[in-house]
């Protein structure tokens, strides 16, 4: 359990840090908040593993099929993704060393926790990720309604939300092409976009100012909404809002709820979109 | 602060401790000859040191035993803020380059977080005399009372330098500028922030290409940023950057205007019996120096130093250990933010020889001949001028030598994070918080404080 405790401390003191970082004379440092979002992704990953301790299957090595054993309503996002999986795959070369490496991420002070969490994802190279890119686009524009219709979390979906969290968060941590999953519930209307390869030219510099505040501005009221929720510490994490980062703090609420941790699929990604 | 008299009665200790954010060094940077270091400081204030190039002593072989004095101090940087965005932009200087000497001025760009400027650095020992409408002070003369023309002289003064910005390259980022580098034509240099990076030339303010851009579509897709960027040494189309990830790119300007798609990728598979919570920190890259002949790339993580060669992608072909007893205690490395700490990385003139700086205000050299590293110490109580500095160690278990200092006791507010490496002798400029020391490989070390 002692790395149950780790987890929770190093995401107590990553959130402590982003929250800060607003304060911070020169603003917001983007190479620091990346980092600590990675680390507390890995955090709270492993602090949900706990759930698979006894779940785990003799998964390490399957990479499909049992994974993406969850209810219908989740498998309308997955399937898609899991096909490309399979698809990228097949073409790409094994990495076996990727492969223990992501069961050695739940690994701490020793405790090995063996766990299915290996997916495909985590062979996915940065050659694919054009292609992969683009079908994820189309993924995107084909589940909006999925979209907003997440089922709200509850204890029974632990082992969904698990399973949710993790190709969402591998994606993250791994590679650029498969973060969509999450980022789909959030930004629907943007999400089309994210398919045209963006339009590179050499700018003239006060025009590349300019469309860069554009992107900037989004990127500042993700933190002022990240704010919010951090504003009133951990328990603004309650929030059971499917995942919109605007979700409301809420002013009271247990600290470290179990079925809350669920819900930080959502804001995680906010906080990438620093 | 010069040395405080040693009085039995006032304990003057605290004056010498405390240290006034403002200046903390940020960079070190000879320039092509050596003769003049620049350093930077959190306060945006630049200050150049210039060699006594004259021995005093004629017993004095070739080589002189040169001391750095102060030649110029100037102010840089203002802070400033964006209103847009209601952000402070910082004045600390994060980087200073030297271009190649063309005449008989210096230039050097300076930048901040958002700002690069070119700086002209030029002496004036001569003023004109004796103007006709003008009297001494420079006040205007009164017509009638001159009664015949005489041309101007020109006599000889008090050295004056004179430092002046000649161009500011302004509103050319959107993110942190975190390096920059003079390409070896002479006429352009880049700039790069956290996502892009951006090609200037030298003589135009309004306008800079982009060259590279890996910001994503979509911000919630970021998973690296750029951390270092440096042209090739001789070849005015190669250069390389550094990531996040511990990947280092190079790209050939050739190929295509942007250069998002690498020539060349340099990583290393990540060892999966060291993977902890931390292991995407530690592997990002602090800095990344070209070997002076341009075959090698030299970069520094967290805890190690690494040596690439151009002609080899899929590995470092030498890797060494600066401080690996601290990978056990990476959490509370992450708490108290050490784990962040970018450290610069140098060749010495040869390549023959690697400096990088660590805690404790220790730095490490390792020679690439042989493979060993050596510890050495810039602490004022422990470095006299003229001392011989001695070597250190780590006390990691096994034996312990008299003088071994323990891991928990390095003091990890004393960082060595920024360092330079004269270009021809061996000459080294460490800077230590507000503190900039110079040591030469000579019998006599020097120390000088600023």
Redesign the interface.
């Known amino acids: 359990m002692e790395y149950k405790v780790?987890?929770h401390r190093?995401m107590s003191?990553s959130l402590g840090?982003i929250y800060n970082s607003r304060v911070q004379?020169?603003?917001i440092?983007?190479?620091?908040n990346?980092?600590v979002s990675?680390?507390l992704r890995?955090?709270r990953q492993?602090y949900l593993s706990d759930y698979y301790s006894g779940a785990c299957l003799n998964a390490q090595s399957e990479r499909e099929g049992n994974e993406w054993d969850i209810t219908d309503s989740e498998r309308e996002k997955f399937p898609p993704s899991a096909t490309e999986c399979d698809r990228v795959e097949s073409t790409e070369e094994p990495q076996p060393?990727e492969q223990?490496?992501k069961e050695?991420?739940y690994?701490?002070n020793d405790d090995e926790v063996k766990s299915d969490q290996v997916d495909c994802t985590s062979t996915l190279q940065e050659q694919n990720q054009n292609s992969s890119l683009d079908s994820v686009a189309k993924v995107s524009s084909e589940t909006p309604p999925e979209s907003i219709t997440e089922p709200k979390e509850s204890p029974s979906d632990s082992a969904v939300a698990e399973r949710d969290s993790t190709p969402e968060a591998n994606g993250?941590?791994?590679?650029?092409p498969k973060?969509?999953v999450c980022?789909n519930r959030?930004?629907s209307a943007?999400?089309s976009?994210?398919g045209?390869s963006?339009q590179?030219?050499?700018?003239?510099?006060?025009s590349?100012?300019k469309e860069?505040?554009e992107?900037?501005?989004?990127?500042?009221s993700?933190v002022s909404n990240l704010i919010t929720i951090f504003g009133s510490s951990f328990s603004g994490l309650l929030s059971k809002e499917s995942a919109k980062p605007e979700a409301e703090a809420e002013d009271s609420g247990q600290i470290c709820c179990d079925q809350m941790l669920k819900n930080l699929n959502p804001w995680s990604?906010?906080i990438?979109?620093? | 602060m010069g040395e405080d008299s040693e009085s039995p009665k006032i304990n003057h200790s605290f004056l010498r401790d405390y240290v006034t954010e403002a200046d903390v060094i940020s960079t070190v940077e000879f320039n092509q000859t050596g003769d003049l270091l620049a350093t930077g400081d959190k306060g945006g204030r630049v200050v150049i040191f210039q060699r006594e190039t004259e021995s005093k002593d004629e017993s004095e072989e070739l080589g002189e035993s040169g001391e750095y004095n102060v030649y110029s101090t100037f102010q840089s940087h203002e802070p400033d803020f964006?209103y847009?965005?209601s952000?402070?932009?910082?004045e600390?200087i994060n980087k200073i380059r030297w271009l190649p000497q063309q005449n008989a001025a210096h230039f050097l760009l300076s930048t901040n977080?958002k700002t690069i400027k070119l700086w002209k650095v030029s002496e004036r020992d001569k003023r004109p005399e004796g103007y006709n409408l003008k009297d001494e002070e420079g006040r205007i003369k009164d017509i009638s009372t001159v009664t015949s023309l005489r041309v101007p002289v020109l006599k000889p003064t008090d050295l004056m330098v004179e430092v002046r910005p000649r161009r500011i390259f302004?509103?050319?980022h959107?993110?942190?500028v975190n390096s920059i580098s003079v390409n070896s034509d002479g006429e352009t240099y880049l700039s790069a922030d956290?996502?892009r990076i951006n090609m200037w030339h030298l003589d135009i303010t309004?306008?800079?290409?982009?060259i590279v851009?890996i910001?994503?579509?979509?911000?919630?897709?970021?998973?690296?940023?750029i951390?270092a960027a440096e042209f090739h040494p001789q070849h005015c189309h190669l250069f390389v950057y550094s990531s996040?990830k511990g990947t280092l790119r190079l790209c050939d300007m050739r190929e295509s205007?942007?250069c998002?798609k690498h020539s060349k990728i340099f990583e290393e598979?990540?060892d999966?019996?060291n993977?902890?919570?931390?292991s995407?920190?530690i592997s990002?890259v602090s800095d990344v120096k070209f070997s002076h002949s341009g075959r090698y790339l030299l970069t520094r993580d967290y805890l190690t130093v690494k040596v690439w060669d151009l002609n080899m992608e899929k590995g470092p072909v030498e890797t060494y250990q600066v401080h690996e007893y601290l990978r056990s205690k990476l959490?509370s490395l992450?708490?108290n933010?050490c784990i962040?700490d970018k450290f610069e990385c140098v060749w010495n003139s040869t390549d023959s020889v690697i400096m990088t700086g660590a805690y404790n205000s220790f730095f490490r050299m390792f020679d690439r001949e042989t493979g060993r590293g050596v510890t050495l110490e810039s602490w004022r109580e422990s470095s006299k001028p003229r001392a011989v500095l001695r070597t250190r160690r780590i006390y990691t278990g096994g034996r312990r030598r008299r003088g071994d200092v323990g891991v928990d006791s390095l003091d990890f507010t004393k960082k060595i994070l920024h360092m330079a490496w004269h270009p021809a002798e061996n000459i080294i400029a460490i800077a230590a918080t507000n503190n900039l020391y110079i040591f030469q490989d000579r019998v006599n070390a020097e120390n000088l404080k600023t």
Do not use: W
Request: glycine share 4%.
């Open positions: 780790e987890a190093i003191i840090k004379r020169g603003g440092k983007l190479h620091k990346l980092l990675l680390v890995s955090a492993v060393n223990p490496e050695r991420e690994r701490e993250e941590s791994h590679q650029p973060p969509y980022s959030k930004r943007e999400e976009e994210s045209d963006p590179k030219r050499t700018k003239v510099a006060s590349n100012a860069d505040e992107a900037e501005e989004m990127d500042t993700n990604t906010a990438v979109a620093f | 964006d847009l965005k952000l402070e932009i910082e600390k977080d302004a509103n050319g959107t993110y942190h956290d996502l309004d306008r800079s290409f982009n851009d910001k994503p579509a979509n911000m919630e897709d970021l998973t690296e940023v951390t996040s205007a942007l998002d598979p990540e999966p019996g993977r902890s919570f931390f995407e920190i990002s959490c992450y708490e933010d962040f």
